[in-house]
């Protein structure tokens, strides 16, 4: 069975958003919401923690919004403005200073944090609406995922951009790299999930561009791809889809070990891994989040009080 050490408030944070504009915060160990906040205006496109645990920012229409995790007060302690559509993605550096969004406007942007002003300090264009990114270990390179197929890697440092395109005007849903910066994967929305392999000089600080080198293409799914997650410890990779399923792979040799299914035909929109890599969280489009270990096929836990569909997640229980 799943446990989880609860003190001084379970130091857990397990928090859910979809189309039924509200947030609901869990107890992962007994499936209760504890807290709901209304989130007016928007569905919930992306959900992030902050590195230092004390926020939880949601990706909205033309905003991005953040809630003090801790605090009775139901308002955003800061509303991130001036995209003009929806805010896709929305990730943070680990050391909690910088912000990173992208969206529908086709725009890339990264947010100083540092101080009072909140400004958008970069931006980087693409040609599509943006509809993922990610942030590779070393802090200086950004995945972005666009509609129209394209991946772009943008080297923070040097503002230097590598395009890969897997397959013209299949739009890529999803991109992650794993802990270790070894891996690089991307699903798209023929269901098929590609990975590279990773190089560069070694060091935060090194100036060698990363070299990527096509590692696996697996038709991971016969619907829409969804989400792409490496699990902390760079073992498995998982990926979600509009066929209604939660795939588990061995990063070893990228072979399936595990299928997660609920319920027939409904959208699996996100997913999150405990930080033992033993479990993992799926958000699907029929209103419920589920908790299951990596190699059962049924979940040890339902989470049930959404009203419509589950579009985003989030989970942190790093210490």
């Given at each position: 069975?799943?446990?989880?050490?609860?003190?001084?408030?379970?130091?857990?944070?397990?928090?859910?958003?979809g189309?039924?504009?509200?947030?609901?915060f869990?107890?992962?160990?007994?499936?209760?919401?504890?807290?709901?906040?209304p989130?007016?205006?928007?569905?919930?496109n992306?959900?992030?923690?902050?590195?230092?645990?004390?926020?939880?920012?949601?990706?909205?229409?033309q905003?991005?919004?953040?809630?003090?995790?801790?605090?009775?007060?139901?308002?955003?302690?800061?509303?991130?403005?001036g995209?003009?559509?929806?805010?896709?993605?929305?990730?943070?550096?680990?050391?909690?200073?910088?912000?990173y969004?992208?969206?529908?406007?086709?725009?890339?942007?990264?947010?100083?944090?540092?101080?009072?002003?909140?400004q958008?300090?970069?931006?980087?264009?693409?040609?599509?609406?943006?509809?993922?990114m990610?942030?590779?270990?070393?802090q200086?390179?950004?995945?972005?995922?666009?509609?129209?197929?394209?991946?772009h890697?943008?080297?923070?440092?040097?503002?230097?951009?590598e395009?890969?395109?897997?397959?013209?005007?299949?739009?890529?849903?999803?991109?992650?790299?794993?802990?270790?910066?070894?891996?690089?994967?991307?699903?798209?929305s023929?269901?098929?999930?590609?990975?590279?392999?990773?190089?560069?000089?070694?060091?935060?600080?090194?100036?060698?561009?990363?070299?990527?080198?096509?590692?696996?293409?697996?038709?991971?799914?016969?619907?829409?791809?969804?989400?792409?997650?490496?699990?902390?410890d760079s073992?498995?990779?998982?990926?979600?889809?509009?066929?209604?399923?939660?795939?588990?792979?061995?990063?070893?040799?990228f072979?399936?070990?595990?299928?997660?299914?609920?319920s027939?035909?409904?959208?699996?929109w996100?997913?999150?891994?405990?930080?033992d890599?033993?479990?993992?969280?799926?958000?699907?489009?029929?209103?419920?989040?589920?908790?299951?270990?990596?190699d059962?096929?049924?979940?040890?836990?339902e989470?049930?009080g959404?009203t419509?569909?589950?579009?985003?997640?989030?989970?942190?229980?790093?210490?």
């Amino acid at each position: 069975s799943y446990h989880i050490k609860m003190d001084s408030g379970s130091n857990i944070l397990f928090i859910t958003g979809g189309y039924d504009h509200c947030l609901k915060f869990w107890y992962p160990h007994d499936g209760v919401c504890y807290r709901t906040i209304p989130h007016p205006d928007s569905q919930v496109n992306r959900l992030q923690i902050t590195p230092d645990r004390r926020y939880v920012v949601s990706a909205a229409y033309q905003q991005i919004r953040m809630y003090d995790v801790t605090s009775s007060d139901h308002s955003p302690v800061y509303v991130f403005e001036g995209m003009s559509k929806n805010v896709t993605s929305v990730g943070f550096y680990q050391n909690g200073n910088f912000m990173y969004s992208g969206g529908e406007d086709s725009m890339a942007r990264i947010w100083d944090l540092r101080g009072h002003s909140q400004q958008c300090q970069r931006l980087f264009q693409v040609n599509a609406p943006v509809n993922c990114m990610c942030l590779h270990p070393n802090q200086a390179t950004l995945i972005v995922g666009d509609q129209s197929g394209t991946v772009h890697v943008w080297d923070l440092s040097t503002d230097y951009n590598e395009q890969l395109i897997p397959e013209p005007e299949v739009a890529i849903h999803s991109v992650h790299i794993d802990t270790d910066g070894a891996y690089l994967s991307a699903v798209n929305s023929k269901g098929v999930c590609y990975v590279w392999s990773l190089s560069s000089g070694s060091g935060v600080t090194s100036s060698t561009p990363i070299t990527l080198t096509p590692r696996t293409k697996n038709i991971a799914h016969k619907r829409y791809a969804l989400k792409c997650m490496f699990s902390p410890d760079s073992s498995l990779l998982a990926t979600t889809s509009a066929d209604g399923t939660c795939k588990i792979w061995s990063t070893a040799d990228f072979s399936l070990r595990n299928t997660l299914k609920r319920s027939a035909d409904k959208w699996v929109w996100d997913c999150a891994f405990s930080c033992d890599s033993q479990y993992i969280f799926t958000a699907s489009s029929d209103h419920v989040a589920r908790l299951w270990h990596v190699d059962q096929p049924l979940p040890i836990r339902e989470y049930q009080g959404h009203t419509k569909a589950l579009t985003a997640l989030a989970y942190s229980d790093r210490q």
